[in-house]
């Protein structure tokens, strides 16, 4: 398990797959939200704190990114309390409580420097059933994939064939929306492969 801080209010974990086997579980599991998964998030947060200073004391958000072989990016950002509870807290003498909104992403980006490589992959992947959008941010385009719209048995050639043309980005959907330029939203592959021939 490894911490970085990226932010005041934010730290990224990551958890190879070893990690997740020697506590018994599986990678689909990551997603139920079981008793060994809560078990996990609460070692995280404790290895948070013992390594970066980082204290969850209200309300969080927290967001995971499968990756095919290496294993699980966790991003827990703590969220400022809303004023009229902050006042309920501070007349009660009971400690407050943790409050945690857990939000499980399973989707990852692919960034590419130039354009003719996003049309590379989408001619490669124009027939298989995916959720995909691309944008343009920070001089590069990045294509978002919702692996929620792929069947299991196509997740590894899908992988495979984005990292044969592009670089695997830690990034999420949300920085996207906020700072990137969206181009394509619906139907991205197939009318990047319809509209750009391959030279």
């Not at 692996?147 to 048995?153: G, I, K």
Request: with cysteine; hydrophobic share 40%; proline share 4%.
């Amino acid at each position: 398990m490894r911490v970085e801080r990226i932010a005041k209010d934010k730290v990224r974990i990551f958890i190879s797959y070893d990690d997740l086997a020697e506590r018994g579980i599986e990678r689909d599991e990551i997603w139920r939200n079981g008793r060994k998964v809560q078990e996990l998030f609460w070692d995280m947060m404790e290895t948070a704190y013992e390594q970066v200073g980082f204290e969850i004391a209200g309300p969080i958000a927290v967001e995971a990114f499968t990756m095919p072989t290496e294993g699980v990016v966790v991003i827990v950002t703590r969220v400022p309390s809303l004023p009229a509870r902050a006042e309920e807290d501070e007349d009660d003498d009971e400690d407050m409580a943790v409050e945690v909104d857990v939000t499980y992403y399973s989707t990852f980006v692919f960034r590419f420097e130039e354009f003719e490589d996003v049309v590379r992959v989408a001619h490669a992947l124009q027939d298989y059933p995916v959720r995909a959008i691309l944008y343009h941010y920070n001089d590069a385009y990045h294509l978002f994939l919702d692996e929620d719209s792929m069947q299991d048995l196509d997740y590894d050639a899908i992988w495979s064939i984005c990292h044969e043309y592009g670089e695997y980005c830690q990034i999420t959907s949300a920085v996207l929306e906020e700072y990137g330029k969206p181009i394509i939203r619906h139907n991205t592959l197939r009318y990047i492969a319809a509209h750009f021939p391959l030279s």
